[in-house]
Nanobody
């Protein structure tokens, strides 16, 4: 069963923007609202790293490498969370994974969407 569906990756030139979306359509609204969520990425030959997170209360946290360039947000009416990525750099090239952790502790991952930034 697919719990999270991602979209929005692609190829962009350095300095460009992309917005990633992650839809948790199978979650009931109360479960979605009580969950923490975020985005991770994995570049070739590197370990997966956290990019940004947003708690159920709306507190956000960012990796230093993306701070002031990326913005995470969530929309309970659509059961989605987003990652707006501006001023993209070649080092942002990676497969991006959305992540959701329910209040009970269960974790879910998206299938991954590739972002390629050309110089």
């Amino acid at each position: 069963q697919t719990q999270l569906v991602e979209s929005g990756g692609g190829l962009v030139q350095a300095g460009g923007s992309l917005r990633l979306s992650c839809t948790a359509s199978r979650f009931i609204t109360s479960t979605f609202n009580a969950a923490d969520m975020g985005w991770y990425r994995q570049a070739p030959g590197k370990e997966r790293e956290v990019v940004a997170t947003v708690t159920s209360r709306g507190s956000t946290n960012y990796a230093l490498s993306v701070k002031d360039r990326f913005t995470i947000s969530r929309d309970s009416s659509r059961k989605r969370h987003y990652l707006q990525m501006n001023n993209l750099k070649p080092e942002d090239t990676a497969v991006y994974y959305c992540w959701v952790r329910r209040s009970e502790g269960y974790e879910y991952w998206g299938q991954g969407t590739r972002v390629t930034v050309s110089s």
